[in-house]
């Protein structure tokens, strides 16, 4: 099992930058995808980005060019680094893995708001 600690949310202004953080620990060896999905206000949970453990990288058409999703694997840690903000992209972003024998683990989740 691995256990997710997630930071680096909170409250910015359209067009401002934030960047979360997933700090990741337990069975690091058998993490073969690190992705984070969002959440927002009557929305469908998504995947908005994800990076596997060889560094493939997907978004979702939504964030492309302005999300960028990284990992240090010295730290076992992962980024979302979240440029240009919209207030649509306001939602609990929630971090994941995904082990190589398939099971999920989540983080608590971090609040994005983008407002003026």
């Known amino acids: 099992q691995v256990q997710l600690v997630e930071s680096g949310g909170g409250l910015v202004p359209p067009g401002g930058s934030l960047r979360l953080s997933c700090a990741a620990s337990?069975?690091?060896?058998?993490?073969?995808?690190m992705g984070w999905y969002r959440q927002g206000p009557g929305k469908q949970r998504e995947l908005a980005a994800s990076i596997t453990s060889t560094g493939r990288t997907n978004y979702v058409d939504s964030v492309k060019g302005r999300f960028t999703v990284s990992r240090d694997n010295a730290k076992n840690t992962a980024y979302l680094q979240m440029n240009s903000l919209k207030p649509e992209d306001t939602a609990v972003y929630y971090c994941?893995?995904?082990?190589?024998?398939?099971?999920?683990?989540w983080g608590q989740g971090t609040q994005v708001t983008v407002s003026s």
């Open positions: 337990g069975s690091i060896s058998s993490i073969v995808l």
């Open positions: 994941m893995t995904v082990s190589v024998t398939g099971s999920l683990d």
